[in-house]
C-alpha cells in the first residue's frame, strides 16, 4: 500500500512542482517504486519539470472519467524505472476532475506504488481541494516571505478540515519545505529567518532548500535536480527530505554550495 | 445630615465614620399614559389595546400624564368614567381638579400600576397618590410585539449558561470562531487572516497575528489576553482599533485589552 504525499503551498510560483519532482526521482534513485500526479489540470508543468512532455498520450482526466486505463496514461520515467508520471491535462479545467473519479484512481495507484506524490495547484479551490483530499502526508511547501508563509498557513487549515483523514478524526502527517532559502539575506532581515517561518505555522521541518542556480538548470533541462546535480545543495537537501520521510533521523543542515577559495576568486574576477 | 449631628454632643466617633447614605442616580424608560377626555373612549380604547398585547403593561413603569385632563371637571364618581359621557363644555373647568385617585384604581382594576404622575397641580395630588414627577423626555419605546394577534404567553426561556470554547490548535489563516455566548479559549496562535468573534472574552495562549472581537453581541466587560500581541484588529463590544492604531510597544508582548468606558484599554500583561 503506497503512501500518498500531496505537495502544496497555496501560494503559486514557489516551488511544488520543483520539489515534486526532487523528491519523487530521490525516492526512486532509493529503490522505492515512486508514481508522481500532476493534478494542475489546464496548466500542467511536471511533465516539462520531469522531461516527459513528449511522451504524453492519456492523461489523469483520461483516467478519471474512464476514457482511459490507469496503465496505458502512466509515463515510465528513461532514466529511473522505478518513477513513473501520471500527467495532468493541459486542455481541460479543474471543473472535470469528480470526487469519485479521482478516489478511485488514487486507490488504483495506492495498490501499484511505495509512494504517490500529488502535485497540487496553486490556490484553495477545487483543484488543490481534490489534491489534498486522500493524503496521507502533507509536504508544504514555503518561501521565507509573508505571503507564501501565511497562505501556507491556510493551506495547513484546510488540510486539517477537508482531507479524507481529517474528517475521519485521524492524524495527517503535515512537514514544512523551506524553499529558496539564503541564509545571508536571512541573516541581513531581507528574508524571514527559518525559525520565524516555523513559529508561524508550527509543523515540523521537513528540509530547508537553499536558493540555487541549480533548480533552474535542471527544470530547463527536464530533469529532477536531485538527478541532475546529486551533489548540488539543493539536490542534498532534498535527499535528506527524502531520508527523513522514510523514518530514518537526519541532522537538519541547510546545505551550501561548496566553493574552493579559487573559485571565489574566479567568479569575483569575472564579475 | 451633618445637621443631625450638631444638636447631639454625645455622638462619638462612631457617627463620625458612618458612610455617608449611598444614594445613586438613575434614569429608567418608563411608558406613558396620557387620559383624554372623554374618559369613557380612552378606557375603552385602553381595554382594547390590553385585550390585543396583553402583556404590553406588564412589568413596565407606567407614569400617568394628566395634562389632557385638566380641564375635566371629574368628581369622585369612578362609575362616571365606564359611561360614554361627552366632555362638558364647562367655562370654569380650569379651576376644577381632576379625580386622579379615581384614574389611578380604575388602572389597578385592568393591572396598571401607576408609579408617579406628570404634569399635574402639586394640589392635586394626595399623599396615598404617586409622586409627581418632572424633567421627563420623551424617548423611543419598543412598539408592542403582538398588535396582531393575542398570542399564548409562553413560560420564559430559562438563561442559557454561558459555555466556553476551548481550541486544541492553532487557528489557522481563512479560519473564523464564532462563538456568540460565552469565552474562548486557544491554546495555540491565531494566525494572521483568522478571526475569533466571542460573546464573552478571548484568551489566546499563542500569538494573536489575526482579529479578535470579544464582547460581541454587547458585552462590555469582556477581555482579550494573549502571549504574543500582533494583532490585525481588535474589538470589545462594538469598538475596534486596527494594528496600525495601537501601541507599538506593546507589539509581542504578552497584552490584556479591555473596555474603560467607550475606550479601549490595553496594557502588558509581564
Not at chain 1, 242 to 259: A, D, N, Y
Not at chain 2, 174 to 197: F, K
Not at chain 2, 233 to 248: C, K, Y
Request: proline share 7%.
Amino acid at each position: 500500500m503506497a503512501k500518498i504525499i500531496v505537495v502544496t503551498s497555496g501560494k503559486g510560483g514557489v516551488g511544488k512542482t520543483t520539489t515534486t519532482a526532487a523528491l519523487g526521482a530521490a525516492l526512486a534513485q532509493a529503490g522505492q517504486n515512486v508514481c508522481v500526479v500532476d493534478f494542475d489540470v489546464g496548466l500542467r508543468n511536471l511533465d516539462l519539470i520531469m522531461g516527459a512532455e513528449r511522451r504524453v498520450v492519456y492523461d489523469l482526466i483520461n483516467v478519471v472519467q474512464g476514457d482511459a486505463k490507469l496503465t496505458q496514461a502512466l509515463i515510465r520515467d528513461k532514466r529511473l524505472d522505478t518513477l513513473a508520471l501520471l500527467p495532468a491535462s493541459q486542455t481541460r479545467d479543474k471543473d472535470a476532475l469528480t470526487d469519485e473519479g479521482v478516489a478511485r484512481v488514487i486507490g488504483e495507484l495506492r495498490e501499484k506504488f511505495d509512494w504517490v506524490i500529488c502535485d497540487s495547484p496553486a490556490g484553495i479551490e477545487r483543484g488543490a481541494t481534490l489534491a489534498m483530499r486522500h493524503a496521507d502526508i502533507a509536504v508544504v511547501v514555503t518561501n521565507p516571505e509573508v505571503s507564501s508563509v501565511r497562505d501556507s498557513d491556510r493551506i495547513i487549515g484546510l488540510l486539517d478540515s477537508k482531507t479524507e483523514r481529517a474528517e475521519k478524526g485521524e492524524h495527517l502527517e503535515k512537514h514544512l519545505i523551506l524553499t529558496r532559502y539564503d541564509p545571508g539575506r536571512a541573516e541581513r532581515g531581507e528574508m524571514l529567518k527559518i525559525e520565524d517561518v516555523l513559529e508561524i505555522l508550527s509543523i515540523p521541518l521537513l528540509a530547508v532548500v537553499p536558493e540555487s542556480e541549480e533548480v533552474l538548470k535542471a527544470s530547463n533541462l527536464g530533469s529532477p535536480v536531485t538527478l541532475n546535480a546529486p551533489q548540488s545543495a539543493p539536490a542534498r537537501a532534498y535527499i535528506d527530505a527524502v531520508r527523513r520521510l522514510r523514518g530514518e533521523t537526519v541532522e537538519m543542515i541547510v546545505p551550501s554550495e561548496k566553493r574552493s577559495l579559487l573559485g571565489k576568486l574566479f567568479t569575483r574576477r569575472a564579475a | 445630615m451633618a445637621s443631625g449631628n450638631n444638636s447631639s454632643t454625645a455622638v462619638t466617633s462612631i457617627s463620625l465614620t458612618r458612610p455617608s447614605l449611598p444614594l445613586r442616580g438613575r434614569s429608567f424608560r418608563a411608558l406613558v399614559l396620557a387620559p383624554e377626555t372623554p374618559l369613557g373612549d380612552w378606557f375603552s380604547h385602553l381595554d382594547a389595546l390590553v385585550q390585543r398585547s396583553p402583556t404590553l403593561f406588564s412589568e413596565r413603569a407606567v407614569i400617568l400624564d394628566v395634562s389632557g385632563l385638566a380641564k375635566d371637571p371629574l368628581r369622585g364618581d369612578a362609575a362616571r368614567l365606564e359611561t360614554a359621557e361627552p366632555a362638558e363644555d364647562d367655562t370654569d373647568a380650569a379651576a376644577a381638579t381632576p379625580d386622579i385617585a379615581g384614574l389611578v384604581d380604575e388602572l389597578k382594576q385592568r393591572g396598571i400600576r401607576i408609579m408617579g404622575v406628570e404634569k399635574a397641580e402639586p394640589a392635586w395630588l394626595g399623599p396615598a397618590l404617586p409622586p409627581l414627577l418632572s424633567g421627563g423626555r420623551p424617548a423611543e419605546m419598543a412598539p408592542p410585539a403582538d398588535v396582531k394577534a393575542p398570542e399564548p404567553v409562553k413560560a420564559p426561556e430559562p438563561p442559557r449558561k454561558p459555555n466556553s470554547l476551548v481550541l486544541e490548535n492553532p487557528l489557522r489563516s481563512g479560519q473564523s470562531v464564532y462563538h456568540p455566548e460565552g469565552d474562548v479559549t486557544v491554546m495555540g496562535s491565531v494566525a494572521s487572516g483568522a478571526e475569533i468573534l466571542a460573546g464573552g472574552s478571548i484568551h489566546i495562549y499563542g500569538a494573536l497575528r489575526g482579529r479578535a472581537i470579544a464582547g460581541a453581541g454587547g458585552n462590555p466587560r469582556a477581555r482579550i489576553c494573549c502571549r504574543k500581541f500582533e494583532p490585525e484588529l481588535i474589538g470589545i463590544d462594538g469598538l475596534f482599533r486596527t494594528a496600525d492604531t495601537t501601541d507599538p510597544k506593546l507589539r509581542k508582548k504578552a497584552v490584556q485589552v479591555w473596555l474603560e468606558g467607550e475606550t479601549l484599554r490595553m496594557a502588558a500583561l509581564d
